[in-house]
């Protein structure tokens, strides 16, 4: 790269820095008379253009660029051959928390962002006091996106947009806010807003909402974060008046159960929820009550205290199916309570061979007879596949155990992916013949219909989201939140008709 640079310098770099020239000379020509600035003119036609505003957390990059040399085109089309007085405005995005995150994390110490932002401001200032003394002021978020904001505009006048540089405005003032709230109320008079329960990306500790740009990682970079439904399903513990409540994504393999996993060495609590106890996972309980659970903690108990024990299933099949220990249950997932369907799940299947020849574990819990005996339930016809799709295909990918986690999140991507799209429910099922798809549906509305449905809980995907500032993102339901209500079609009509 050095020694391109250098050959460019040598054949070109006179002819350059005189082009450059050139373009510094008009730019002071057209800046310092203004002649972009939009003063009302009433023999004129009116046009106004906007773009995305920049948001002020950094140095522009390519695709500000991009976006903004696509705005000014259109000004200047409109100016020449329209004779339009075009007002195209410069306007700052700071609302969110990335730039109080890094405000926080520079007042913090944090010696990555201090180096980035420490590099961010040299690209303007040579002299490394100067870096210093301005990257000390960015303990306030305000001094962030003021320093910004300058240099934006130095880069976008190097580049010669045609914009009116006075109208300058954040999407924090008091009059751009007002606008907003202007514009909500017009939009909700038109019939276009609407009120319910959302679910969003939440953060606890920042006690907000979170988007794109407040995320570690995005905000330029790729990142994709999916919201995953689980069903939760009530299993009656013998003898209690308690409930351990699994989560599972795919409720139509209840038929299938054998049993029920918890990790032994979990403290899961004992909860009130929505007028009734449950044992749950610490970390499930505290994401239900962000979800519109009612939850108080009454009390906790240890996993392996629940070995051994029984739950009764419910109603729609109706039969008692044992607590048995498993490593790869995770209580930052789901409930931290899983039912068992080894035919169809392979973390399940695996799970019981393993604790099948753990002679130690059978003879710790007294379980060995009850394990031995238990056997996988086929409750899905799969085409291609044996009377245990679960089993194939952990066979054919050489899943070692439980712990062989990559593998066997493959094979379990590569089941659910095969049973939804060509799977059919058998003959010990409910909805005999019906797709896997239609059954889900069903299940839940049968399970609900028993009292064995908990619910919805949502989970993120990937499982560890954090924002800029390292906090935990979750799922929340914001509950009688007003929103745009897309699905509207008058919205095609206008603009069909625009």
């Not at 819990?365 to 238990?374: D, F, R």
């Amino acid at each position: 790269m050095e020694e391109f640079k250098s050959k460019v310098e040598e054949l070109y770099g006179d002819f350059l820095r005189e082009i450059r020239e050139i373009e510094k000379k008009w730019q002071r020509e057209w800046y310092g008379n203004g002649i972009f600035n939009a003063d009302p003119r009433p023999n004129k036609p009116k046009y106004f253009i906007t773009v995305p505003y920049p948001y002020v957390s950094g140095s522009p990059h390519i695709g500000h660029g991009r976006t903004f040399t696509i705005g000014d085109i259109i000004a200047r089309y409109k100016r020449a051959r329209g004779g339009f007085n075009v007002l195209f405005p410069i306007a700052w995005h700071i609302t969110g928390t990335p730039i109080q995150s890094v405000a926080d994390r520079i007042m913090k110490g944090d010696p990555e962002d201090i180096k980035l932002y420490s590099w961010y401001v040299s690209l303007y200032v040579d002299d490394p006091n100067k870096v210093k003394e301005i990257l000390s002021t960015f303990t306030n978020p305000w001094n962030i996106a003021q320093f910004f904001a300058s240099v934006y505009i130095r880069d976008f006048m190097s580049m010669g947009y045609s914009m009116d540089f006075r109208r300058q405005f954040t999407t924090g003032d008091p009059d751009y806010n007002a606008f907003i709230i202007w514009q909500y109320h017009k939009l909700r008079e038109a019939g276009y807003i609407t009120q319910g329960s959302h679910v969003v990306l939440y953060s606890p500790d920042e006690n907000q909402a979170v988007g794109e740009h407040d995320i570690r990682g995005g905000g330029g970079d790729e990142i994709t974060i999916d919201i995953l439904e689980f069903n939760l399903v009530k299993f009656k513990l013998e003898g209690s008046d308690e409930y351990l409540v699994a989560a599972t994504l795919r409720p139509e393999t209840i038929y299938g159960v054998t049993n029920v996993w918890i990790h032994p060495s979990i403290d899961y609590v004992i909860a009130s929820i929505n007028g009734e106890r449950w044992v749950v996972s610490k970390p499930a309980a505290w994401k239900l009550s962000y979800q519109g659970y009612d939850v108080k903690v009454v009390g906790s108990i240890r996993g392996e205290e629940l070995i051994g024990k029984y739950v009764v299933a419910p109603p729609l099949i109706n039969r008692r199916v044992p607590i048995l220990p498993a490593s790869f249950v995770d209580e930052n997932t789901g409930t931290g309570i899983v039912y068992s369907v080894p035919a169809h799940a392979p973390y399940d299947y695996v799970a019981l061979m393993d604790l099948k020849k753990d002679e130690k574990t059978l003879s710790r819990y007294g379980i060995k007879e009850l394990v031995e005996s238990i056997e996988p339930i086929s409750i899905i016809k799969l085409p291609n596949y044996g009377k245990y799709p679960a089993k194939d295909v952990i066979e054919k990918l050489g899943v070692k155990d439980q712990n062989d986690r990559e593998k066997l999140d493959e094979a379990t991507r590569i089941v659910y992916r095969e049973e939804f799209y060509s799977g059919t429910m058998k003959e010990n099922t409910l909805f005999p013949g019906l797709s896997v798809d239609e059954a889900r549906e069903r299940t839940i509305r049968a399970l609900s219909g028993q009292g064995a449905w908990g619910g919805k809980m949502y989970e993120l995907e990937p499982r560890k989201v954090l924002t800029r500032s390292g906090n935990l993102v979750i799922a929340a339901v914001i509950k009688d939140q007003w929103f745009l209500n897309y699905g509207n079609p008058e919205w095609k009509t206008k603009r069909l008709s625009a």
